[in-house]
């Protein structure tokens, strides 16, 4: 089980850059998750059949990336993990649209392809940001500015424990594959029922495990809320951050930018 304990420690490694001291890292967690939030519901207002207008917006998790040491091939491993999902939502419009709606080389392009093209272009832009935003603060800097910008506090406390079962779940199906390795005598293909079962006991070692744990928290106290030092602080850094941000969604979101580009450097052509 070489895979699970390879994405276990892609699960620990994300929330790892956080503690590097850069830039981005010391900014509030508040106004990262504004901006974020910001760029997201920008990234989706546009038509369905916008592609060339979003590449603009392609330089915020670029300059994330940069400014917080984050390696693009990590973001990248992300990205392919999560890409099923978008390719289910857009995989049919081709089939659905096949109305024609950009003229390449003299090559009609039907509007599904676009519209599937504009869906994977959306999907990697916001999921970046997203991923940006955990590896730059922290999961449980995260949280915490949730909480202070209002969200639920029993939202973010399940938030948590959803990020700290991941890894217990991983950890016991780590272990299950240990075991299942030393004694398969070098089979490695298994058929159906026996996949079953390893699932039902790596979901009954998972729940006895999480219980345990939580009755150790109860043990110490845990009333219900998730305490820990992170002192939030807004300095004018902040704002300037916020501010930036959203004034260059804005300008991205109102005028065209590659077109406008294209104009400009068509007039000026003799």
């Not at 917080?68 to 990205?79: E, F, N, T, Y």
């Not at 039907?110 to 272009?121: K, Y």
């Not at 219980?211 to 300037?240: C, N, S, V, Y």
Request: include cysteine.
């Amino acid at each position: 089980m070489s895979r699970i304990d390879d994405t276990l420690r892609e699960l620990r490694s994300l929330d790892s850059f956080a503690a590097l001291p850069n830039t981005l890292t010391r900014l509030d967690p508040r106004a990262k998750i504004l901006a974020t939030f910001f760029y997201i519901a920008v990234v989706v207002s546009f038509d369905r059949y916008t592609i060339l207008a979003l590449l603009p917006l392609a330089v915020y998790p670029v300059i994330l990336a940069a400014l917080g040491d984050v390696p693009p091939s990590l973001i990248a491993r992300k990205l392919l993990i999560a890409s099923p999902f978008a390719l289910m939502i857009g995989i049919f419009n081709p089939l659905l649209d096949r109305a024609p709606l950009v003229d390449l080389f003299g090559m009609d392009i039907a509007a599904g392809w676009v519209s599937f093209a504009s869906i994977l272009l959306r999907f990697a832009l916001t999921v970046s940001a997203a991923l940006l935003l955990v590896a730059t603060t922290g999961f449980h800097r995260v949280c915490a500015g949730l909480n202070q910008l209002g969200v639920p506090r029993i939202l973010t406390t399940q938030l948590l424990f959803l990020f700290r079962y991941a890894e217990v779940l991983a950890g016991e199906a780590s272990r299950m594959g240990t075991a299942r390795e030393l004694r398969a005598c070098g089979r490695r293909r298994l058929n159906l029922g026996v996949y079953a079962g390893l699932l039902g006991h790596l979901l009954l070692r998972a729940l006895e495990r999480a219980q345990r744990i939580h009755l150790a928290m109860l043990a110490r106290g845990f009333d219900g809320e998730m305490r820990g030092p992170h002192q939030l602080a807004w300095r004018r850094t902040d704002m300037f951050f916020l501010v930036l941000c959203a004034a260059c969604f804005a300008l991205a979101r109102s005028i065209d930018l590659p077109r406008a580009l294209g104009h400009i450097l068509l007039g000026a052509l003799p």
